[in-house]
């Protein structure tokens, strides 16, 4: 890292290492699991006359202990967490901010703008990167890049890819003409609220000196549309944002999404910059990981984007993000050999095909069962031991997130139905988009944009 990190006050008087944290929240997690499968023998009995001892085990296993497990960790781990406090009037380095754009003529000036209103006292180089639109895309961002307010400390280059060669290959282009130390990378249709680029650098370079990249908060912009953007914003304000804030208290976010995070560009350097994947932001981000780099979250960092507005652009956004996850197993095998404090988070990964799978094939089925043929082998009075601990976790996440908000002169607004679909039927859209991608890497599905 050629920017040096300031001293950073603590403020805590009685400090608790992250690894006791660690090994509270694993702790917490555990006895949960063990009490709720004491409580289960009754059941994994009934259901094994049904499917066998070895079926009964891994349909309980799939459908409540281990979503137990994952509950309780989340839950302890933002009950142990304390955000550090950083110096806000620090001078701040020049960054390099990469926007790689496909097809974008309806967002790429409004974004631009947006970042023309950033306050952020140092030298903001912006590069646009067009891969290849078959639309105005280059044309109205030389148009941003010319408007007479765009701040002087501000410089916009714009650079068209002849043809369409991927995401990946667009941000390395930019890599390559970028003069700072400090990469920010930013979408297209995704706009910075008015501390975000200060917020995320204060925090990236505040951070433990290991740090090499930081992802920042993604928010939903246009929440306000339909049912189905209503469900996103909770998901992206409770549920996205709330698991990279206990991945960062373990050192490392697992992926510092390619939307809004920063970089060094001496790390990106020296893995390779970003991959020739579908999903290049997780693989980049476990490239780092594997180098023994932390990855943090700047939880006060915000971007607002806009979320798929259909089902079908939702299914191929979702897809897309679990066949990104599916190639950093691929590309990086021995996360789950290598000691990290983010280890438990590896290996919930590892299981997330096998809960969507029995979620899907599972518990539907049998909550089906249960509401119109009075059938309980499956999903049965045990099942409702996962409600409270979702709903101490649910209120806990809002809170803490509302605070988060209240501090940055946000507020959250009420989008009570949303909430409601997302904490009961949520995953129903998700797991079959998520299955899918699975799939599509299995199977080895053409990769596009």
Not at 300 to 317: D, I, K, W
Request: aromatic letters at 12%; glycine letters at 6%; a positive charge.
């Amino acid at each position: 890292m050629a920017y040096p990190y300031p001293e950073r006050e603590d403020r805590v008087r009685h400090y608790w290492p992250v690894k006791q944290k660690l090994a509270a929240g694993v702790a917490f997690a555990l006895a949960w699991v063990i009490f709720c499968s004491w409580l289960a023998i009754p059941w994994i009995g009934e259901l094994s006359e049904i499917t066998g001892l070895t079926g009964a085990i891994i349909i309980v296993a799939g459908i409540a202990l281990i979503p137990g497990f994952a509950n309780a960790f989340v839950l302890a781990g933002l009950v142990l967490d304390r955000r550090p406090r950083f110096d806000m009037s620090m001078e701040l380095p020049p960054v390099t901010v990469l926007i790689a754009a496909y097809n974008e003529q309806d967002h790429i000036g409004d974004t631009l703008r947006a970042v023309y209103r950033q306050e952020y006292n140092a030298p903001i180089q912006v590069i646009v990167i067009d891969d290849g639109s078959t639309d105005s895309t280059t044309a109205l961002a030389r148009e941003a890049a010319a408007d007479p307010a765009r701040p002087a400390n501000i410089t916009v280059r714009v650079i068209p890819q002849l043809r369409n060669m991927g995401k990946s290959e667009a941000l390395n282009r930019g890599l390559r003409a970028a003069s700072h130390e400090l990469i920010i990378t930013l979408d297209a249709d995704t706009f910075p609220y008015h501390h975000a680029f200060r917020n995320l650098v204060i925090n990236h370079v505040s951070s433990p000196k290991n740090t090499r990249a930081t992802a920042g908060t993604v928010l939903a912009r246009n929440s306000r549309k339909n049912s189905l953007t209503r469900l996103q914003e909770w998901d992206y304000f409770q549920g996205i944002a709330v698991v990279k804030r206990i991945q960062s208290l373990y050192q490392g976010t697992m992926v510092a999404q390619g939307a809004f995070s920063v970089y060094d560009r001496s790390a990106l350097e020296e893995i390779g910059g970003w991959p020739q994947t579908v999903g290049e932001d997780i693989v980049l981000t476990w490239a780092l990981n594997s180098h023994d780099y932390r990855v943090g979250y700047a939880e006060n960092a915000f971007v607002f984007t806009n979320v798929p507005e259909t089902l079908g652009s939702y299914f191929r956004q979702r897809r897309r993000w679990a066949r990104g996850l599916m190639e950093a197993f691929r590309h990086h095998p021995r996360v789950l050999l290598r000691p990290r404090l983010n280890l438990p988070f590896v290996y919930l990964n590892v299981l997330y095909p096998y809960l969507d799978l029995m979620y899907l094939l599972v518990f539907i089925p049998g909550l089906i069962a249960a509401v119109f043929f009075q059938f309980y082998a499956v999903v049965g009075v045990m099942t409702l031991f996962l409600i409270p601990l979702a709903a101490v976790s649910t209120s806990v996440m809002y809170t803490k997130q509302r605070r988060v908000f209240r501090d940055n002169g946000l507020h959250v607004r009420r989008n009570i139905p949303g909430l409601i679909g997302y904490l009961a039927a949520y995953q129903l859209v998700l797991a079959p988009a998520s299955l899918a991608g699975y799939l599509s890497e299995l199977f080895n599905v053409r990769r596009t944009w």
